[in-house]
């Protein structure tokens, strides 16, 4: 079974700080993990990664992935109010038993709170 | 575009009850996907389809679950009969070209059953 466990749970910090999060993952036949926000409502899209040791950038915040160790991080520099949120990592796998991908496996997440 | 609209924003509903959940997926999304979110279990796949084909139901969690997608704009989860434990917030999400795995997420349904 496809496994993706995060870290830590929660952490709180102050405006500035820089923060790393972690996601750790077992999957069957990988395609890509990808990193999530999720304030009040939905979930949106922060980054795709599918090659090891490529860094993604997307103004503060940035990831990076080792496929050998299985292993992503995500990166926060100077943080901000408006960063508080659940931070979701997954793995998208091919479904068993068939050709295609699309299957994506979520960890329970990383609650970041962000004092003034 | 107007994203993924789903709806109710909110359902209350009584034990034993049947509920339809709604989804409008972003026009040319090839992938519709069903989520249901808890405390307890974070984000779990119910179903997802591919050119309104089902491809993986295996989460569905029984018979009471079902689900289909007559075209390629419109989806439905329907639950019968709903137990309190069914209570959550059920997202439906779709992705296209951008990668299968880069999901575009309605604002969810909250369903409460009592």
């Known amino acids: 079974e496809d496994k993706v466990v995060q870290s830590p749970l929660s952490l709180v910090v102050h405006e500035g700080d820089t923060v790393t999060l972690n996601c750790s993952y077992e999957v069957t036949n990988f395609r890509s993990l990808l990193w999530y926000k999720q304030e009040k409502k939905a979930p949106t899209f922060l980054f795709m990664l599918?090659?090891?040791?490529i860094e993604k950038k997307s103004g503060r915040l940035s990831s990076i992935l080792d496929k050998k160790e299985l292993f992503s991080i995500l990166n926060i520099t100077a943080t901000q109010t408006g960063d508080s949120a659940v931070y979701l990592c997954a793995v998208e796998a091919r479904y068993a038993g068939g050709t295609s991908y699309g299957k994506l496996t979520f960890g329970q997440g990383t609650i970041l709170t962000v004092h003034p | 575009d107007a994203g993924v609209i789903q709806s109710p924003r909110h359902e209350v509903t009584e034990m034993g009850q049947e509920v339809t959940l709604r989804c409008k997926p972003i026009?040319?999304?090839?992938?519709l996907f069903w989520y249901r979110q808890t405390m307890m279990r974070g984000l779990e796949l119910l179903i997802y389809f591919n050119n309104n084909v089902p491809i993986d139901d295996s989460g569905m969690p029984e018979d009471r679950f079902s689900a289909k997608m007559p075209n390629a704009s419109f989806s439905t989860l329907k639950i019968q009969p709903s137990e309190p434990r069914d209570s959550a917030v059920y997202f439906c999400?779709?992705?296209?070209?951008?990668?299968?795995?880069?999901?575009?997420f309605g604002n969810g349904t909250r369903l409460t059953v009592t």
């Open positions: 999400a779709s992705s296209g070209a951008e990668g299968r795995g880069h999901l575009h």
């Open positions: 599918t090659s090891s040791g």
């Open positions: 026009s040319g999304h090839d992938y």
